[in-house]
């Protein structure tokens, strides 16, 4: 298959344009979105639907969550991620898979509803996971685009998918919330540096390959500027796959949490890592289950 978006195939970095819609749908189609909202994302990459979720649903998210980090605090199960500088839990990887209620919860039609529309065809969970920051101790979570990850060594071939982040917790301006760089997902940054073996060991602690050259990342940010949604626990971030995103280090006791999961659209299923190297674990880059989590 044509590389549209190669990256980490030379010494110098470059920006190109976006080759893809970002809203697939008409924004004149009803749907669960208003147009005004389908512009929206549309024009600067992300949306926030405030308190999607109501308290009672959160208090039950909570309580799923702690569950799983309890069953993880001791575990070597290759899902579960640790801090770059200690053993805390960062992330729990396939909660979909293996946890029934996140397997309802990625099939709520409240949500896949929305993606549909967006990606204009039925969905699936290309992954999932839990994030946990915890106070004082959890740490960043460095500039990039989910997309150029996804496609060099996932396989993912278009800009064809979406990332849902549920709050489990309240985001302030204080406790390392999501940053986001608006419009940047109109550009596409191809990153230097070579793709180690099993690249995702390291990388899903601490990322150091596929990140953005500093002179790349200073043209985006003077573009659209930097925006930290911000909100009670219960609200939806929804954001396309090549945005520029991260998070600073949380250094406040208050711990932030959230739900992660990634809407593919089934046109835009996976093929050959274009690194070249064999594709990360399905736990990490769902491929031979897809069909079992639409």
Not at 20 to 29: I, K, N, T
Request: proline residues 6%; contains cysteine.
């Amino acid at each position: 298959m044509l590389d549209l978006y190669p990256s980490r195939v030379s010494n110098i970095p470059t920006i190109t344009d976006r080759k893809d819609p970002v809203v697939y749908s008409d924004l004149s189609q009803p749907g669960p979105l208003a147009a005004d909202q389908l512009s929206f994302f549309e024009e600067n990459g992300f949306l926030v639907l405030d308190q999607f979720f109501n308290e009672t649903e959160v208090a039950v998210m909570r309580k799923e969550l702690s569950n799983v980090l309890e069953e993880s605090r001791g575990s070597d199960d290759k899902r579960v991620i640790r801090e770059p500088d200690s053993q805390d839990v960062r992330s729990v990887f396939a909660v979909h898979e293996h946890e029934e209620f996140f397997k309802d919860l990625s099939r709520d039609e409240r949500l896949t509803g929305i993606l549909e529309q967006l990606l204009g065809s039925e969905v699936y969970i290309h992954q999932s996971r839990i994030n946990l920051k915890s106070g004082f101790n959890g740490k960043e979570f460095y500039w990039h685009s989910d997309f150029e990850t996804w496609h060099v060594e996932d396989g993912m071939p278009r800009m064809r998918a979406i990332s849902c982040s549920i709050t489990l917790t309240e985001n302030t301006p204080f406790n390392g919330p999501l940053m986001l760089v608006p419009g940047s997902h109109k550009y596409y940054v191809s990153c230097v540096g070579e793709t180690p073996e099993s690249n995702y060991e390291q990388s899903l602690r601490r990322q150091e390959v596929g990140v953005p050259d500093h002179e790349s990342l200073t043209k985006l940010v003077e573009q659209g500027g930097i925006v930290a949604p911000t909100g009670p626990a219960g609200s939806v971030i929804l954001f396309d796959c090549n945005i520029m995103h991260g998070s600073n280090s949380n250094i406040t006791p208050s711990p932030r949490s959230n739900v992660f999961f990634v809407f593919n659209s089934v046109e835009n299923k996976l093929v050959s890592p274009f690194s070249g190297q064999k594709p990360r674990p399905d736990h990490i880059a769902a491929r031979e289950k897809v069909l079992e989590n639409i």
